[in-house]
């Protein structure tokens, strides 16, 4: 099956700091990737949706200058969170669309991230 | 907006025997309807997809239903085993884009 990898798996940063999570298609190519992030017990939750060479599209109370997105090849995305907080503490997923009728979307393994 | 309900109880149930999970939803029917485990600190894994003109998907032990008068799919598992124990998740995609919405989980865990 189709594999997606995402990096880190853990992050612990300080307040104020940036942090790059990379998300990647390993076998296939993937036009569209999602953002999703996850609290305890709790949904995921759309954040964006990343189209390799075109803007992502942010969903409604996502801050697009906070959670940058670049999907610059068909195989690589990338979060990063700028001057993180505390309360963007959480677990983002990425998932990678296949091609074709259906909506099979593949999930990464997910990044914890800790904003001390 | 469109809302999903699963069942927030954790599902205990005896190893061998079928569990039945449900998702239930309000509004309009999705074009496809999709399920996945998840299991602590791992991201998502699919499971089986339905369409909205499917009234039944099987894919070994799994089962799905999907009743668009009711508004609600049925997950089973038969013959469950304590490897089945997760937390699963039911995911509707609405139209034409590809987001998906998920439901908040129905944790199971199947006793030896």
């Known amino acids: 099956g189709a594999v997606v990898s995402q990096h880190p798996s853990r992050v612990i940063c300080k307040s104020g700091t940036s942090v790059k999570i990379e998300c990647r298609s390993l076998?296939?190519?993937?036009?569209?990737m999602f953002w999703y992030r996850q609290f305890p017990k709790k949904s995921l939750m759309l954040m964006a949706t990343s189209n390799e060479g075109s803007k992502a599209t942010y969903e409604q109370g996502v801050e697009k200058d906070k959670f940058l997105i670049n999907h610059a090849s068909l195989t690589l995305s990338t979060l990063t969170v700028t001057s993180a907080h505390p309360e963007d503490s959480s677990f983002y997923i990425c998932?990678?669309?296949?091609?074709?009728?259906?909506?099979?979307?593949?999930f990464g393994p997910g990044t914890r991230l800790t904003v001390l | 907006s469109q809302k999903i309900e699963q069942n927030s109880e954790a599902l205990n149930i005896q190893e061998g025997k079928t569990a039945t999970l449900t998702c239930n939803y309000t509004n309009y029917s999705p074009a496809y309807l999709q399920w996945y485990r998840q299991d602590p600190g791992r991201g998502p894994v699919f499971l089986l997809l339905?369409?909205?003109?499917?009234k039944e998907k099987r894919k070994e032990r799994l089962k799905v239903t999907f009743d668009t008068t009711l508004k609600q799919s049925l997950f089973h598992i038969t013959a469950s085993q304590p490897a089945d124990s997760a937390t699963y998740l039911c995911?509707?995609?609405?139209?034409?884009?590809?987001?998906?919405?998920f439901g908040s989980g129905t944790r199971l865990l199947v006793r030896p």
């Open positions: 995911a509707l995609r609405m139209d034409s884009s590809y987001k998906l919405i």
């Open positions: 076998d296939f190519q993937a036009t569209t």
């Open positions: 339905i369409r909205e003109n499917e």
């Open positions: 998932s990678a669309r296949v091609g074709g009728v259906t909506n099979e979307q593949f």
